[in-house]
C-alpha cells in the first residue's frame, strides 16, 4: 500500500536555527499539506501546495514558514528561526483529489526547540 | 470560526459496548467531505471512515459507522463492539470546497476491560 514517509522522526534543536523537515508524499498525488499537532492539540493546518505553490495558508504559516518542493518526490517545510513554541509534531499529508478521498497522513516528525 | 467541533474531550465505554463520538461541523458550501481519523499514543493520524455531503447513506467501515444528519450539521462516529485497541485520541476533520482540511480538538476514548 503507498505511503507517505518523513525524515527525521525526532528533530532536536536550538532556539533560533533553521530546520527542514522532509516528507515524500505518494508520487500521483496532486495536493500536499503540512499540519501542525502540540502535544495533547489538536491538528491545525499550516499551508497547502498544489500545482507547484501554495494554495492556502494558516495564520500560523508567517513569513519565517516556507516549503518547497524541490524535485519530483521531496516536499519541505523549513522553519527559518525557530522558537520554543513551534516544539511540536509536523505531520505531512497527501491527496490525490478526484474519486479519491482519504487524505494519507505521513508519520509525522517530532520537532523539539530547546 | 470554528469548523469542526467536538464537545466530549474525553469518554468511557466499557469493552464490547457500542459508543458514539460527537462531532458538528458549520459550512456553507455546498459540496464537502467529513473524516474521522483514530491517533493512538503512538502518534500516527490513521484514517477511518469518509462521508461525503452528498451521500444518501450513512457510511460504514467494518465497524466503524457514521451517523450523518446533514440538517443538524453533524457526523457523529459509531464504534459499535468497543475493543481495548480502539482507546485512542479521535478526530474529526472536514474537507471544504476548496480542498482545505479543518479538524477538531479530538475526544479521548478509553475502552475499559
Known amino acids: 500500500e503507498p505511503e507517505v514517509t518523513q525524515t527525521p522522526s525526532h528533530q532536536v534543536t536550538q532556539m533560533g536555527q533553521e530546520v527542514i523537515l522532509r516528507c515524500v508524499p505518494i508520487?500521483?498525488?496532486?495536493?500536499f499539506y503540512w499540519y501542525r499537532q502540540i502535544l495533547g492539540q489538536k491538528v491545525e493546518f499550516l499551508v497547502s501546495?498544489?500545482?507547484?505553490?501554495?494554495?492556502?495558508k494558516s495564520e500560523i504559516f508567517d513569513d519565517q514558514f516556507s516549503v518547497e518542493r524541490p524535485d519530483g518526490s521531496n516536499f519541505t517545510l523549513k522553519i527559518r528561526s525557530t522558537k520554543l513554541e513551534d516544539s511540536a509534531m509536523y505531520f505531512c499529508?497527501?491527496?490525490?483529489?478526484?474519486?479519491?478521498?482519504?487524505?494519507?497522513f505521513g508519520p509525522g516528525t517530532r520537532l523539539t526547540v530547546t | 470560526a470554528q469548523k469542526i467541533t467536538q464537545t466530549q474531550p474525553g469518554m468511557f465505554v466499557q469493552e464490547k459496548e457500542a459508543v458514539t463520538l460527537d462531532c458538528t461541523y458549520d459550512?456553507?458550501?455546498?459540496?464537502?467531505?467529513l473524516f474521522w481519523y483514530k491517533q493512538p499514543s503512538s502518534g500516527e493520524m490513521i484514517f477511518l471512515i469518509y462521508?461525503?455531503?452528498?451521500?444518501?447513506q450513512n457510511a460504514t467501515e467494518g465497524r466503524y459507522s457514521l451517523n450523518f444528519q446533514k440538517a443538524r450539521k453533524s457526523a457523529n462516529l459509531v464504534i459499535s463492539a468497543s475493543q481495548l485497541g480502539d482507546s485512542a485520541m479521535y478526530f474529526c476533520?472536514?474537507?471544504?470546497?476548496?480542498?482545505?482540511?479543518?479538524f477538531g480538538t479530538g475526544t479521548s476514548l478509553t475502552v475499559i476491560p
Open positions: 462521508q461525503g455531503s452528498y451521500d444518501q
Open positions: 499529508a497527501s491527496w490525490q483529489s478526484g474519486a479519491t478521498y482519504e487524505q494519507y
Open positions: 508520487s500521483n498525488h496532486l495536493y
Open positions: 459550512t456553507s458550501d455546498p459540496s464537502y467531505g
Open positions: 501546495f498544489y500545482n507547484n505553490e501554495i494554495s492556502e
Open positions: 476533520a472536514m474537507r471544504d470546497i476548496g480542498n482545505q482540511f479543518y
